[in-house]
T-cell receptor, first 113, second 114 residues
Framework: GIQVEQSPPDLILQEGANSTLRCNFS?????LQWFHQNPWGQLINLFY???GTKQNGRLSATTVATERYSLLYISSSQTTDSGVYFC???????????????FGTGTLLAVQP | NAGVTQTPKFRVLKTGQSMTLLCAQD?????MYWYRQDPGMGLRLIHY???????AKGEVPDGYNVSRLKKQNFLLGLESAAPSQTSVYFC?????????????FGEGSRLTVL
């Protein structure tokens, strides 16, 4: 099956710093989503981005489907950005079906004041 | 809008007991899902539903049953709980499957089986 690898596994930042999180996947996809799980466990959908670039405030994401990776950029980080960031992908040979989403193991981000 | 609501938020069971987790969504989504999250394993799909009256198995369905009698509700049942089912359970819903299948999650239900 498709493999999803996220890097780095852990990241510590000072408030105000920028960061880039990476998601590599081993097969063609047409469904890719980024999620943030806050320290209280709540999972928030950040981006639905099977290809291209999207921005939402200080966060942006880029997926290069032909090279099988996606990047999540966090600029001017804040303590509220702390938590785990998950990438999830669904392979193209299943039509990108949401029920075929495979989650990576996440990047644990800690933003210190 | 409440979005996706799960009840209960916490539960402790003894081995062999049964329980039901309720998921309710008010977004008129067709698709609903139950995931479990375990340390180092990420999220894994237990069961899902593509519409009222339908259910299907996900990646880790054994030991669980589900029902979708109403479009807005998706129930996850454990008939005879085992310690291996200690986990955090998340319900999610999506408007469609695939092309616009953004997932929206509930707040999670932490289950401990002693």
């Amino acid at each position: 099956g498709i493999q999803v690898e996220q890097s780095p596994p852990d990241l510590i930042l000072q408030e105000g710093a920028n960061s880039t999180l990476r998601c590599n996947f081993s097969d063609s996809v047409n469904n890719l989503q980024w999620f943030h799980q806050n320290p209280w466990g709540q999972l928030i959908n950040l981006f639905y981005i099977p290809s291209g670039t999207k921005q939402n405030g200080r966060l942006s994401a880029t997926t290069v489907a032909t090279e099988r990776y996606s990047l999540l950029y966090i600029s001017s980080s804040q303590t509220t950005d702390s938590g785990v960031y998950f990438c999830a992908v669904a392979p193209m040979n299943y039509g990108g079906a949401t029920n075929k989403l495979i989650f990576g193991t996440g990047t644990l981000l800690a933003v210190q004041p | 809008n409440a979005g996706v609501t799960q009840t209960p938020k916490f539960r402790v069971l003894k081995t062999g007991q049964s329980m039901t987790l309720l998921c309710a969504q008010d977004m008129n989504h067709e698709y609903m899902y139950w995931y479990r999250q375990d340390p180092g394993m990420g999220l894994r799909l237990i069961h899902y539903s593509v519409g009222e009256g339908t259910t299907a198995k996900g990646e880790v369905p054994d030991g669980y049953n589900v029902s979708r009698l109403k479009k807005q509700n998706f129930l996850l049942g454990l008939e005879s709980a085992a310690p291996s089912q200690t986990s955090v359970y998340f319900c999610a819903s999506s408007y469609s499957d695939g092309g616009t299948g953004e997932l929206f999650f509930g707040e999670g239900s932490r289950l401990t089986v002693l």
